[in-house]
């Protein structure tokens, strides 16, 4: 159960900020932002070790680039591919953020998905519900706005049919909502010398704000659905686009609780 906090505030110093959650089966193999792709040099994103696509993409821009521009991808839900036609989605925030058109692209291979692309004039969400469906795209509204794996707000086309998980989207989508507007607005500069410094008091509460991990509310989650596997947290990215450029903090799950350690910034 991924998720993604989206603020805009257009008149604002940083008018665009998003916090992404990478929600995960335990053990799948992952390595920390970097520049790990050859053929997009100057993208920077996790690297999933599994498929080698990404969750979340970083284009700082360029005289080759366009950008900054930040892609972000959550599984959605609806019909799977064909097993053997089926491409990873990890390589759609890649394609994103270096300008290609996902909606050339034949999606019928692909399961479906919701991708948030981030540039400091504003948000966009592209979602696909697999085979059958149609590609959307919706503009996200000024003020803060919340991703979640039936789609922004929840009001995907294609959603699932799980009455647990659709409550625990709902409780964490309100809790969070509630906690973010309670704070003053972060306004990260690019020169901020840490996360502390830079994200305030949004940091304790997007390091869990004191929830237990299997609180139905819990952002920095941990869940066992009765198979024998771990559903959980894996990492957490705050990125702020502006004039300025590309702010982007980053930690691996577990956060130590108050938000000050376990954050490193990610160089662009």
């Known amino acids: ?25 335990a053990g799948r193999r992952w390595a920390p932002p970097g520049r790990h792709w050859p053929a997009q040099p100057s993208a920077v994103g996790g690297l999933d070790l599994v ?29 799977l591919a064909p097993e053997e036609a089926r491409l990873s989605r990890g390589e759609l925030p890649l394609l994103a953020v270096r300008g290609g058109r996902i909606d050339e692209l034949d999606l019928d291979r692909y399961d479906p998905f919701h991708l948030v692309l981030v540039r400091p004039a504003g948000a966009r969400v592209l979602s696909w519900g697999g085979t059958g469906s149609r590609l959307t795209g919706l503009e996200l509204p000024t003020g803060l706005s919340v991703v979640l794996n039936d789609g922004p707000e929840g009001l995907a086309e294609n959603r699932t049919a799980s009455a647990r998980i659709r409550t625990l989207m709902a409780a964490r989508a ?8 309670a704070v003053p607005r972060p306004r990260p500069r690019p020169g901020a010398a840490t996360a502390e410094e830079a994200w305030g008091g949004w940091l304790p509460i997007v390091a869990g704000d004191g929830l237990a991990l299997d609180d139905p509310a819990a952002l920095i989650q941990r869940r066992e659905f009765g198979d024998g596997r771990i559903w959980g947290s894996s990492s957490v990215s705050l990125l702020a686009l502006g004039a300025d450029g590309v702010r982007y903090d980053f930690a691996a799950v577990p956060v130590e609780p108050a938000g000050r350690e376990g954050w490193r910034r990610v160089e662009l």
Not at 2 to 19: G, M, Q, Y
Not at 51 to 79: Q, R
């Open 1 to 25: 159960m991924c998720t993604a906090f989206v603020s805009i505030e257009p008149a604002a110093a940083v008018p665009v900020l998003l916090l992404s959650v990478r929600d995960e089966y």
């Open 51 to 79: 498929a080698g696509g990404t969750w979340l993409a970083v284009e700082p821009g360029g005289a080759d680039a366009p950008g900054p521009v930040a892609a972000c991808l959550l599984n959605g839900f609806g019909t």
């Open 174 to 181: 309100a809790h969070f909502r509630a906690r973010f507007a």
